[in-house]
Each structure stands twice: as structure tokens, then as C-alpha cells.
């Protein structure tokens, strides 16, 4: 692996550990979750924006971590919607079906939409 990768994924992992230690450590986890899995980065974004809701005892450090963590989080969901919007194909919704609860106004605007989710999911990632 390259250094660069090595150092964005320990500033990566630094950012999480800096969110656990603020709290995200207690939440439930998720009924998807194995035992013992880690919080998805999209929990602990989603942690401390909830924990930023009172500017006053906010902790700068745990806002800047959660920035960090920005990128891996919309790679998250951009799997998570790729595997819906898949899963929602095989079980026989149609384009114009699909379109629409995503707030699309075609068929063709939802495929281009998976295509791009697509492509971002497997873009190089940012630095």
C-alpha cells in the first residue's frame, strides 16, 4: 500500500477513534450490524452533527473529525444506493417506477443516476 494511503487511512482511523471517544462508542448498534462491528462512518457523522447541536460544548476537534469523514460516509451511501437501486431492478420495478420515488422526472434520468453512483463509487478516492 502506498504511503499516502497508509497516512490517509491512520488519519481516517484517528477521526473515527476521535468521534468514538465523544460518545458514538455508546450508540446501539444497528440490526444490521455483526457483533462487534464498528459504527459505519455515516453513524458518526451523523453522531457529531447531533452533538453539535449546542454550539457552546461543542468540541472542535470532534467537528473536524467528522469532516474528515465526510467523504467516506457519501462513499457509504453511494453503495448503499447502488445495492437498492440494483436490488430494486431484480425485483422487477421498472425505470419509471424506480424514478419516481427518487423525485426523478424520467426513466432515463434514473438510470443516469445509477451510473453515476456508480462511477463515484469506483472513482479514485479523494485526497
Same mark, same amino acid.
Request: proline share 9%; glycine share 6%; hydrophobic share 45%.
Given at each position: ?8 487511512? !491512520? !488519519?481516517?482511523?484517528?477521526? +473515527? &477513534?476521535? $468521534?468514538?471517544?465523544?460518545? #458514538? !462508542?455508546?450508540?446501539?448498534? +444497528? =440490526? /444490521?450490524?455483526?457483533?462487534? %462491528?464498528?459504527? @459505519?462512518? $455515516?453513524?458518526?457523522?451523523?453522531? &457529531? &452533527? ?11 476537534? $470532534?467537528?473536524?473529525?467528522?469532516? *474528515? ?12 444506493? @447502488? ?5 430494486? *431492478?431484480?425485483?422487477?420495478?421498472? /425505470?419509471? %417506477?424506480? #424514478?419516481? =420515488?427518487?423525485?426523478?422526472? @424520467?426513466?432515463?434520468?434514473?438510470? %443516469? ?15
Amino acid at each position: 500500500m502506498p504511503a499516502d494511503d497508509l497516512h490517509r487511512a !491512520a !488519519a481516517l482511523d484517528r477521526s +473515527r &477513534a476521535t $468521534v468514538n471517544r465523544a460518545g #458514538a !462508542a455508546g450508540l446501539a448498534p +444497528r =440490526p /444490521w450490524q455483526h457483533p462487534g %462491528q464498528p459504527a @459505519s462512518d $455515516v453513524d458518526l457523522v451523523r453522531f &457529531a &452533527a447531533w452533538s453539535a447541536r449546542h454550539p457552546e460544548t461543542v468540541d472542535p476537534a $470532534v467537528l473536524d473529525a467528522a469532516l *474528515r469523514l465526510l467523504a467516506p460516509a457519501r462513499a457509504e451511501l453511494d453503495q448503499i444506493e @447502488s445495492g437498492l437501486l440494483f436490488a430494486a *431492478r431484480a425485483s422487477g420495478m421498472t /425505470w419509471p %417506477q424506480i #424514478a419516481e =420515488p427518487l423525485g426523478l422526472g @424520467s426513466a432515463q434520468a434514473a438510470q %443516469q443516476r445509477l451510473g453515476r453512483v456508480l462511477h463515484r463509487s469506483s472513482a479514485a478516492p479523494e485526497s
